[in-house]
Structures are given as C-alpha cells and as structure tokens.
C-alpha cells in the first residue's frame, strides 16, 4: 500500500519558468511533510517542510503547498534552474512514528538552459 | 565538518556471505536510519534506532541485522537471508527521533551480490 505517491515519472521545465512537483498522500496521521532532492549516487538533501498546521512554507525560489482536505501537497520552484535538475522526493512522517519518514517514488526534474 | 559517512562507496559481495555497512555520525544525533533505494522507487525503511542500545524494526527489516553500541555509529549487517541484496543503502540521523525532525543524509553504499 502505497501511502505516499508521486504520480508524474518526470518533469521537463524551460530555464527560468516555474517547477511544479506534486506528492498525495493517504495516511490522515502524516502531520509533517518534506521534500528532498537527490542526484544519482548520493545521498537525499533537505530542501523544504511543512507541518500540517499550516498550509504554506516559503524558502527563497522554494514554496511547499499543503491541501489537508484533498491529501495534496505542492513543491514550487521558481524561477527553475539547470543545477536544479534532480530527483526529487516528498516524504511524510506521522504523530508517534519517531521520525519514521515514509517516501513517495519521486519525480525526475529536467530544467532545460 | 558535521556530517555523515558511509563505508565504503561500492561494495560487492558473492551470493551467501554477510556483509556489514557502516555508518558514522558527528552531529550529535541520537536517531538514525537505514533505508533502501531501489531504481524507480522511493527509499524503504529497514531498521531505526531512537537511543544508544536501542533500535526497531521498519518496513523492510527481514534479511537485516543492526546494532547501536555507540551514539555516533549505527552498522547494518545485510545477511544471506536477504533474498534480494542487490540495492543503494542510505544511511540517515535526525536530532531526536521525532515527527518534526528532518533526517540528513550520508552519501549511501551500493551493494552489488554477484
């Protein structure tokens, strides 16, 4: 079962125009969100997170969006960068999981000069 | 430099040994992860551990053994009972393990059963 789920493979994005990254969920418990970027043969790296009080976190051209009555939440990239290009993963951890972190699939990010 | 170290980078292993992956923190974390990267999917949970001495199960932890003698270290021993060894081992700590805590990551091990 699947709880957490990104259903776009991939993502194709001009240089400069905007990056939507999108992730579902079905776990009601999940009350924190992240979003991490991976580069082949490495390891994750934090970009951004969201508790589930609230609906928007900004940080420089990263804005996550979380939409609890639909099980949504967003990852915005503006303006989009080659250096940007990526996996990237949405992760989701409950209340009383000790951190436990449960990842969606992820989606490949090409931003094109 | 804090961070976390994986050990070694590539590893090969013939089909029936145990192998052991290493793990090394200096963060002063007191949670740590092992998680599993297979192609076209999301990393899985094998085993974490919220304190010295202390570690649970996750979602995949069959064919896996760990141990958590020291703060700063967290081994994984990837046995012959593991079935399909094959994958990306990434290694992750988090401050406390709670749910508000975000998890760094080290620069994982692939593990190759010939």
């Known amino acids: 079962d699947q709880q957490v789920k990104q259903n776009s493979p991939s993502l194709s994005v001009q240089e400069g125009r905007i990056s939507i990254l999108n992730c579902d969920y079905t776990?009601?418990?999940?009350?924190?969100f992240l979003w991490y970027k991976k580069y082949p043969a490495e390891g994750p790296t934090f970009l951004i997170s969201?508790?589930?009080?609230?609906d928007k976190n900004e940080d420089g051209r990263f804005t996550v969006f979380l939409n609890k009555s639909a099980k949504h939440l967003s990852l915005h990239i503006v303006p989009s960068q080659p250096g940007d290009s990526a996996v990237y993963f949405c992760?989701?951890?409950?209340?009383?999981?000790?951190?436990?972190?449960?990842f969606g699939q992820g989606t490949i990010l090409t931003v094109h000069p | 430099d804090g961070g976390i170290t994986q050990s070694p980078k590539y590893l090969f292993r013939k089909e029936g040994q145990n192998v052991t992956l290493s793990c090394e923190q200096n963060?002063?974390?007191?949670?740590m992860y092992w998680y599993r990267q297979d192609p076209g999917q999301g990393l899985r949970l094998i085993y974490y551990?919220?304190?010295?001495?202390?570690?649970q199960k996750g979602d995949i932890a069959e064919g896996y053994s760990v141990s958590r003698e020291k703060k700063e270290s967290f081994p994984l021993t990837v046995t012959s009972a593991q079935k399909n060894p094959t994958a990306f081992y990434l290694c992750?700590?988090?401050?406390?393990?709670?749910?508000?805590?975000?998890?760094?990551f080290g620069p994982g091990t692939r593990l190759t059963v010939l």
């Open positions: 992750a700590s988090s401050i406390v393990a709670g749910s508000m805590n975000e998890q760094f």
């Open positions: 551990s919220q304190i010295v001495n202390d570690f």
């Open positions: 969201i508790s589930s009080i609230k």
């Open positions: 963060l002063n974390h007191d949670a």
């Open positions: 992760a989701a951890s409950a209340i009383n999981s000790y951190g436990k972190l449960t």
């Open positions: 776990n009601s418990m999940f009350d924190y």
